[in-house]
């Protein structure tokens, strides 16, 4: 099969994802990938492409990585799947026991799911049934009406995923807004925008330019929790808001929010779908934060991008409300059919293996300092604002008054062999762990030749 028959025959029956289907008539081009090796994709003409932004944030090792393949290949000749209400098996089980390990101590249950926004669905219901069930005012305020009022807490400029649920606690008008009466009760909390000093903010003790930075934020924090009795969670991204524009707040913020919330006996969720497994540069950000939520969503990066699987992990306080004999009103009755699926945690016990064996972490603070160098290059441009990095995130704004500017980037980077998919006019640079200085290299002159052919005639 041609790849203009692979074209038609797409666009005849597909309706892809966060796309306005019209744009790939001229704005956004179509491209069919044949085959994947490291951080590279190569379409049907062989041309090949770096993948800056690991598939959607989901690739840490590289694609056909050998060590995960063979891994995959091993659990297919013994189990695929099998329902995982009343049943287990090993690799869910193993998983389970390495997540909790690596973890703070209190974080030792595992509920599955099979994607990003289902484990935020988790999170969301196990945290206002877990209230019910603790809260006998705020059950009795419920059942006779008493009160209406906010039940969620989220950040301004926040994104959690598009389920209905997750939707109600995000707040990225371009995904919500139409939806706006199918959705949740939820209260967004003002969020200053990433302070230009960033480093030195997130790895040194709090001083007053930064406890300023925030404090409007964490005021009205605290005068939310004392005057609304029927707030159930707190939930947000520690350090990096990923879809609402790579926005970074510093641990203080977190480590403070978190207090309140447990001041005032509100859960904390966290969402490290994104942020999780080295992306922040640790393994998990929550130990930049020094503090455990009640809650945490993991996804993504949990199987180095081979198959769907998420997973929301709490304490035994949060579970044991709901151990007890069969009463409806306990159980929790919450399900997927591709819960704990065999494959997916083969893939994510291989994952840790990687993560265990061959020193990421260390070796990604080197690469992400490498990356912060090459990105001072482009410095230079006037029209580029607001150059931050945290961990293995990069990004910056193109400032200009077209609001869609960043696809030009996208198309012009397409040319060069570059997958640069923009949030808005805000280019972020989220490779795989395996990238090589070569080929960050490259990703960086590339993008100062495309902005050398735009200065002449930037708006």
């Given at each position: 099969?041609?790849?203009?028959?692979?074209?038609?025959?797409?666009?005849?029956?597909?309706?892809?994802?966060?796309?306005?289907?019209?744009?790939?008539?001229?704005?956004?081009?179509?491209?069919?990938?044949?085959?994947?090796?490291?951080?590279?994709?190569?379409?049907?003409?062989?041309?090949?492409?770096?993948?800056?932004?690991?598939?959607?944030?989901?690739?840490?090792?590289?694609?056909?990585?050998?060590?995960?393949?063979?891994?995959?290949?091993?659990?297919?000749?013994?189990?695929?799947h099998c329902i995982f209400a009343g049943f287990s098996h090993k690799q869910a089980i193993t998983l389970s026991q390495r997540l909790c390990a690596k973890l703070p101590k209190s974080l030792n249950k595992c509920f599955y799911?099979?994607?990003?926004?289902?484990?935020?669905?988790?999170?969301?219901?196990?945290?206002?049934?877990?209230?019910?069930?603790?809260?006998?005012?705020?059950?009795?305020?419920?059942?006779?009406?008493?009160?209406?009022?906010?039940?969620?807490?989220?950040?301004?400029?926040?994104?959690?995923?598009?389920?209905?649920?997750?939707?109600?606690?995000?707040?990225?008008?371009?995904?919500?807004?139409?939806?706006?009466?199918?959705?949740?009760?939820?209260?967004?909390?003002?969020?200053?925008?990433?302070?230009?000093?960033?480093?030195?903010?997130?790895?040194?003790?709090?001083?007053?330019?930064?406890?300023?930075?925030?404090?409007?934020?964490?005021?009205?924090?605290?005068?939310?929790?004392?005057?609304?009795?029927?707030?159930?969670?707190?939930?947000?991204?520690?350090?990096?808001?990923?879809?609402?524009?790579?926005?970074?707040?510093?641990?203080?913020?977190?480590?403070?929010?978190?207090?309140?919330?447990?001041?005032?006996?509100?859960?904390?969720?966290?969402?490290?779908?994104?942020?999780?497994?080295?992306?922040?540069?640790?393994?998990?950000?929550?130990?930049?934060?020094?503090?455990?939520?009640?809650?945490?969503?993991?996804?993504?990066?949990?199987?180095?991008?081979?198959?769907?699987?998420?997973?929301?992990?709490?304490?035994?306080?949060?579970?044991?409300?709901?151990?007890?004999?069969?009463?409806?009103?306990?159980?929790?009755?919450?399900?997927?059919?591709?819960?704990?699926?065999?494959?997916?945690?083969?893939?994510?016990?291989?994952?840790?293996?990687?993560?265990?064996?061959?020193?990421?972490?260390?070796?990604?603070?080197?690469?992400?300092?490498?990356?912060?160098?090459?990105?001072?290059?482009?410095?230079?441009?006037?029209?580029?604002?607001?150059?931050?990095?945290?961990?293995?995130?990069?990004?910056?704004?193109?400032?200009?008054?077209?609001?869609?500017?960043?696809?030009?980037?996208?198309?012009?980077?397409?040319?060069?062999?570059?997958?640069?998919?923009?949030?808005?006019?805000?280019?972020?640079?989220?490779?795989?762990?395996?990238?090589?200085?070569?080929?960050?290299?490259?990703?960086?002159?590339?993008?100062?030749?495309?902005?050398?052919?735009?200065?002449?005639?930037?708006?």
């Open positions: 099969m041609t790849k203009q028959q692979l074209l038609e025959q797409d666009l005849a029956h597909i309706w892809h994802p966060c796309t306005q289907m019209h744009d790939h008539q001229s704005t956004f081009p179509l491209i069919p990938i044949k085959r994947a090796k490291g951080v590279y994709l190569y379409d049907f003409d062989e041309k090949q492409y770096i993948d800056c932004i690991s598939s959607w944030w989901v690739n840490l090792f590289g694609h056909c990585n050998e060590y995960i393949n063979q891994k995959l290949q091993e659990q297919l000749s013994s189990l695929e799911a099979d994607n990003g926004s289902s484990a935020i669905e988790v999170a969301l219901k196990m945290a206002f049934h877990a209230k019910l069930l603790r809260d006998s005012a705020f059950s009795k305020s419920l059942e006779h009406n008493q009160e209406s009022g906010t039940f969620f807490l989220s950040l301004q400029n926040s994104y959690h995923g598009e389920s209905l649920g997750a939707l109600s606690v995000s707040d990225v008008g371009l995904y919500k807004r139409t939806y706006e009466p199918l959705l949740l009760r939820n209260l967004t909390i003002p969020m200053p925008h990433t302070l230009s000093d960033y480093q030195e903010v997130c790895t040194t003790a709090p001083d007053s330019k930064l406890i300023a930075h925030y404090e409007q934020s964490l005021s009205f924090l605290e005068s939310t929790l004392k005057h609304s009795t029927q707030i159930v969670a707190l939930i947000l991204e520690p350090l990096i808001q990923c879809a609402g524009g790579m926005q970074i707040h510093a641990p203080y913020f977190v480590k403070e929010a978190l207090r309140l919330c447990h001041e005032y006996n509100v859960y904390v969720i966290f969402d490290e779908i994104a942020v999780g497994f080295g992306r922040s540069g640790s393994m998990f950000a929550l130990e930049q934060c020094s503090v455990t939520p009640d809650f945490l969503a993991l996804s993504k990066g949990i199987t180095g991008g081979y198959l769907p699987l998420s997973v929301v992990l709490t304490n035994d306080q949060i579970y044991e409300l709901f151990y007890a004999p069969y009463q409806e009103n306990k159980a929790f009755l919450h399900s997927h059919s591709y819960t704990g699926n065999a494959l997916a945690c083969a893939c994510a016990n291989a994952v840790l293996d990687i993560f265990e064996t061959q020193n990421i972490l260390e070796t990604n603070k080197h690469k992400s300092r490498y990356i912060w160098q090459n990105a001072q290059s482009l410095q230079k441009f006037a029209f580029i604002k607001n150059l931050r990095q945290m961990g293995m995130v990069c990004a910056f704004e193109l400032d200009s008054i077209n609001t869609r500017k960043g696809i030009e980037i996208y198309n012009k980077a397409l040319e060069l062999g570059l997958i640069l998919r923009p949030l808005g006019n805000t280019i972020y640079f989220m490779p795989p762990f395996i990238i090589n200085n070569e080929q960050i290299d490259y990703v960086f002159v590339s993008l100062q030749k495309i902005f050398e052919n735009l200065s002449g005639s930037w708006e």
